[in-house]
């Protein structure tokens, strides 16, 4: 039996409809494949991007809490430097005032007449030259000569030795020092300084944990007291 036309145009348009739907299908299926494998690839940088983040976000923080326990470290060295410095200044307007105090004794002729002798003879027992010259404040030299005097006896007694001393008449130790002596051997290269200003210091150094203990207490970070 012939197909007739109006058959084969209807087969034609039945076969382009099965295709067409074929078509459709496979293109709904690209799609779904398409979306889920964007949607995967999607999620996949997000979690990338979010560890990225996360990273970055966690190593800023410990960078920031670097620095805080820097600016923290450097806030606290300046303060104790600040402190010890203060302590210092206080510690040498003491020396200071100790040493105007000075003063007061030398002011006193009898005392200062005193002291000198015992400095004088302690400055010749220390440098125990046969030749020693002795150099002081200009406005001291005639108690120093007088201290000198009664000096040289005590000297020879107690070394057994004779003894010469001269009177430095034309170098002096400064007008405005405190007192006190220096005695030099006959070449002048060996000093023994007995000043008034040298005594100071020498207590001052002695005494200084004592001193910082009684203004400041007791440091808390020393480990050693003898």
Known sequence: MALT???VQKQIKHMM?????????KAEEIDAKAEEEFNIEKGRLVQTQRLKIMDYFEKKEKQIEQQKKIQLSTMRNQARITVLRARDNLVLELLKDAKMRLSRVVSDEEIYQDLLDKLVLQALLRLLEPVMIVRCRPQ???????????AIPQYMRLCQK??????????HLPSNAAGGVEVYSSNQKIKVCNTLESRLNLAAMQKMPEI??????????RKFFT
């Open 212 to 221: 910082r203990g009684i203004l400041f207490g007791d440091n808390m970070n």
């Open 162 to 171: 004779h003894l010469e001393v001269q009177v430095d008449q034309t170098e």
């Open 140 to 150: 001291d030299l005639r108690l120093v000569e007088s201290a000198v005097l009664r």
């Open 17 to 25: 409809a099965f295709i067409e739907q074929e078509a459709n299908e």
């Open 5 to 7: 036309d109006m058959d």
